[in-house]
């Protein structure tokens, strides 16, 4: 039996799982080349869809031909021949074609038997690039189609271009596209419920296909993008609404309320809270009181306070005879947070312990210990609170910070602690609304927008490396007035593909020149004890300046630090130079923020400047989103779930608040099991991104 009859005995709905390799004239070496592409089965083909189109729906007479430009001719073969191009192991097909207007001459190189294709008196399609050779114009390697009707050539019309396909020919490819399609489009299933299709004007979903691949013109194609865009939007937000109400549905949460502890830590504060501080706290305990399990953003700048939110919380969980745990990407912050935790809540009675790596065993098994009996209130740590032996014994709530750092397993881990524990995440990259929207459909966000007291507006410069005497200068005074210097790089090592400085060659320019003020050096592949070592030196100034990477990007917390250096600022996103920039300025310390640049002769770039306009951190991220896209915002690299195809989170903001309205409603039905291939895709998308 031939492999298309066997494809072809399979149900409908089985053809379009078949494997590539059951088709007639894939064949394993094809199968192979499609599957470096990750096309691996029939369904997968048909989502193959073009980069880039070609408009050739006008033909151009030959005597109108310029060079430079790809045409589209048709035209007779008054001649065709194979000739070796002497002293090379070249052969070329050379072809003279003529319309009514004019004739040119065409070539191929290295095309075996082609002659044999196109034969002289043929009439056919051609489309190539036109280029000048002897003050001549000719056909640079043409595709080609004979036809005696040009309108109907596989060549003309809008063409579409694929990702690159390697080792397979164009025409090939097409025809297998072209093929597929005709059988696999009538068994294509929506995805998006009827009504929700109606709702909102959208193409069916084998139409939509059909115009991506053979679009008819700009509008159809525009509408089959608009189409996909909103079924990718509404399968994350589907996922994300369906996450929420399981969790709200759970109601086996403790109750949280604050009481005499939380009122003692309230009142053991030299300052008042800001009024967004106030009202978030004031959000989480509404929240808290309920038997629904908290699931709560809170986003703020950099420097908002909202680890005092943290403590509240931590606080509030202690008079309610609940656990809290608390945790962080890095045993940096991890270590920050922990001291926070511990300078406010100990001298209230609250047992505190901090879990990382490279304890000691028995310091290590007595927190294990506590943790279980109850003894200990409030744990903070990394990703060792996860896969270490630590269970709870009543957890409460549980507060990740910097949550875009953590995956969904690993956030699901800690959550599998309690029975269904409150969720707190905190993040200070402030994230563009479109993106929240979409990320954080299954969360309530709570906003810190005040600048606590005392809290002064950080200066921006940008320099360039012809002012590095001057830069020295400065940072020299800055330090005979206490103050601490961070400086920055982009890498750890040198590297050939970049000038900048990397964190080690400036650590020791910096220390030449600068030693006697004492200069440290932190970096991400240094061991949690040498990173600690480092800052605790630059802490109590005995290394007034710290050069090194990122890793001092979020949460390390130098009250004396008023300098940030940031070198190579052009390599940075513009989220990223925020977060540097409000590492300084923490302590009622002016703080001066400088993005050295290589040179500044073309003056300051654009990005920069947007840096000097302003240092609201969302305006800054909706900056960083339009120039970089959602995938490179710090902090959601590893976010798969930012990824699409056709929905662009800088330009569908009005659609995905349609698809965010439309996905809540369908939760609220309970009749999302009526929809079987959108539960399948929602699965789908969320196993390969969790």
């Known amino acids: 039996m031939k492999k298309t009859e066997t494809a072809e005995k399979k149900s409908d709905g089985g053809f379009l799982a078949a494997r590539l390799d059951t088709l007639s004239g894939v064949g394993e070496k094809r199968s192979l080349l499609l599957e470096k592409l990750g096309l691996r089965t029939v369904s997968d083909l048909i989502e193959f869809f073009p980069r880039k189109y070609e408009d050739r729906r006008s033909f151009t007479a030959v005597s109108a031909l310029q060079e430079g430009t790809k045409a589209v001719i048709f035209a007779y073969v008054s001649s065709i021949e194979r000739h070796r191009i002497p002293g090379k192991k070249l052969d070329m097909v050379t072809a003279v074609l003529q319309d009514s207007s004019a004739e040119i001459r065409a070539f191929w190189f290295n095309r075996k038997g082609l002659e044999y294709l196109l034969r002289e008196g043929d009439t056919a399609v051609f489309c190539g690039e036109i280029v000048s050779y002897g003050n001549r114009l000719q056909l640079s390697n043409p595709e080609f189609e004979v036809t005696k009707n040009p309108k109907k050539s596989v060549l003309t019309g809008i063409i579409p271009i694929y990702p690159s396909t390697e080792g397979l020919k164009a025409h090939w490819f097409k025809k297998l596209m072209s093929d597929v399609l005709e059988k696999a489009l009538p068994l294509t299933e929506e995805i998006i419920p009827e009504k929700f299709a109606e709702k909102r004007s959208l193409m069916p979903r084998a139409n939509a296909v059909m115009q991506l691949h053979r679009p008819l013109d700009e509008a159809g194609w525009r509408e089959a993008r608009r189409r996909f865009a909103y079924e990718e939007l509404f399968i994350v937000q589907a996922g994300l609404v369906l996450r929420r109400h399981a969790l709200k549905s759970c109601r086996s949460a403790a109750k949280i309320i604050p009481g ?51 403590v509240g919380l931590a606080a509030a969980c202690c008079d309610s005879g609940v656990q809290c745990a608390v945790m962080a990407p890095t045993e940096i912050l991890a270590a920050q947070l922990y001291a926070e935790m511990e300078k406010r809540l100990s001298p209230l009675g609250v047992k505190t312990a901090f879990v990382k790596g490279g304890q000691r065993l028995s310091e290590r098994n007595a927190i294990i210990k506590g943790a279980g009996n109850g003894e200990i209130n409030v744990i903070v740590g990394t990703q060792a609170l996860l896969f270490d032996r630590v269970k709870f014994k009543n957890l409460g709530a549980v507060v990740i910070d910097e949550q875009q750092r953590f995956g969904v397993e690993q956030r699901k881990a800690i959550v599998r602690q309690g029975k269904a524990p409150h969720l707190l995440m905190m993040s200070a990259t402030p994230i563009p609304r479109s993106l929240a929207m979409t990320l954080f459909a299954d969360l309530d966000i709570s906003l810190l927008t005040d600048r606590p007291e005392g809290r002064k507006k950080i200066e921006t410069r940008v320099t360039d490396l012809k002012q590095m005497a001057v830069l020295l200068q400065f940072l020299i005074d800055e330090a005979a007035k206490g103050g601490r210097v961070y400086w920055v790089c982009p890498r750890v090592e040198e590297s050939e593909a970049s000038t900048a400085a990397s964190a080690k060659k400036r650590f020791a320019f910096l220390k030449k020149h600068l030693g006697r003020l004492g200069v440290g050096l932190v970096y991400g592949g240094m ?14 100034g005995e290394t007034k300046i710290l050069a090194g990477t990122t890793v001092v990007e979020v949460g390390i ?3 004396e630090a008023s300098v940030m250096v940031v070198e190579g600022a052009e390599r940075f996103g513009l989220s990223q130079l925020h ?15 400088i993005l050295l640049v290589e040179n500044l002769e073309n003056g300051i770039p654009d990005r920069l400047q947007t840096m000097l306009d302003t240092d609201d951190g969302f305006k800054i991220a909706e900056a960083d989103l339009e120039l970089r896209g959602s995938g490179e915002i710090s902090g959601f690299a590893q976010h798969g779930l930012t990824e699409f195809k056709f929905a662009d989170l800088k330009k569908d903001l009005t659609l995905i608040r349609k698809t965010r309205e439309d996905a809540a409603e369908l939760a609220e039905s309970g009749e999302i099991e009526k929809y079987p291939s959108l539960l399948e895709a929602v699965e789908k998308r969320f196993l390969q991104n969790g």
């Open 260 to 310: 005499k502890i939380y009122e003692a830590f309230s009142a053991s504060l030299p300052f008042s809270l800001t009024g967004s501080q106030q009202q978030a706290l004031k959000e989480i305990f509404a929240d808290t009181s309920s038997e629904e399990p908290m699931s709560r953003l809170l986003q703020g700048d950099v420097g908002s306070g909202k680890t005092l939110v943290a």
């Open 527 to 540: 061991s949690g004890d040498e990173k600690e070592e480092e800052l605790k030196k630059f802490r109590g």
């Open 557 to 559: 917390d130098v009250p």
């Open 579 to 593: 977060q540097l920039r409000g590492r300084t300025g923490r302590g009622g310390r002016r703080g001066v923020c």
